[in-house]
């Protein structure tokens, strides 16, 4: 069992439809990345988070520490949203130098 | 500059050959990490380097993979005789200061593309 998963790993939705995506872990971690790679593209860095919720335009990000659980939403989901998204989890203790380790990503198609 | 940059974009191998990869962090940022990332797959970790110094190797899939930073910037992810497993986009990443604090975040670059023939 990886230490990071997502569901789905795939994803097809309708301009506008309000899209979830999910990020289970299981190792203890001082905070978790929320990012998004366009094909051919890097990565960019959509959140970091601890606790609670960050929201920024039409993305919102989510995490519960006690259930290990993070969800990243996208309030009217538009076909330049697609790409892949990955959770990224930053372990937590002083001797891991900040690593991520990462879930397999969730391919977002937005058709218009 | 900007942002992290990488070098080249694109690379094809012939199998046996070796391979130099580049990556420019942002200026003055201390940490710098190797991923690699297959198609299709979350990025894995292949080293972290705190200025010139590299604290984690663990990542590096055989003694055919080396980096260096010599002078704490730029830093070089060499493969010698590469094989077709190695085919793999190549992330760099970098932060401002030591990659462990919570509010480091990580500052990834466009990659490299890596297919051996």
């Known amino acids: 069992k990886n230490e990071v998963e997502q569901s789905p790993q795939n994803l097809t939705a309708q301009e506008g439809e309000f899209i979830t995506i999910n990020c289970s872990y299981s190792?203890?971690?001082?905070?978790l990345h929320w990012l998004q790679q366009h094909p051919g593209g890097g990565i960019v860095s959509l959140f970091m988070l601890s606790s609670g919720k960050k929201k920024h335009g039409r993305l919102i990000a989510t995490i519960n520490i006690q259930e290990k659980h993070s969800s990243l939403h996208i309030t009217a989901s538009h076909p330049r949203d697609s790409a892949v998204y990955i959770c990224?989890?930053?372990?937590?203790?002083?001797?891991?130098?900040?690593?991520?380790?990462f879930g397999q990503g969730t391919i977002l198609t937005v058709h218009p | 500059g900007a942002g992290v940059s990488q070098s080249p974009r694109y690379k094809v191998a012939k199998r046996g050959q070796d391979v130099a990869l580049r990556c420019d962090p942002i200026s003055g940022h201390v940490s710098l990490f190797w991923y690699q990332q297959a198609l299709g797959q979350g990025p894995e970790f292949l080293t972290y380097?705190?200025?010139?110094?590299?604290?984690?190797k663990s990542g590096l899939p055989s003694d055919r993979f080396f980096a260096e930073r010599p002078e704490g910037s730029v830093s070089t992810l060499k493969i010698q005789r590469t094989q077709q497993e190695d085919s793999a986009v190549y992330l760099c990443?970098?932060?401002?200061?030591?990659?462990?604090?919570?509010?480091?975040?990580?500052?990834f670059g466009p990659g490299t593309r890596l297919l051996v023939l």
């Open positions: 380097f705190q200025n010139e110094a590299q604290l984690d």
């Open positions: 190792v203890g971690i001082s905070a």
């Open positions: 990443a970098s932060s401002l200061g030591w990659a462990g604090a919570y509010q480091e975040t990580q500052y």
């Open positions: 990224a989890a930053k372990p937590a203790g002083g001797t891991s130098y900040g690593k991520l380790t």
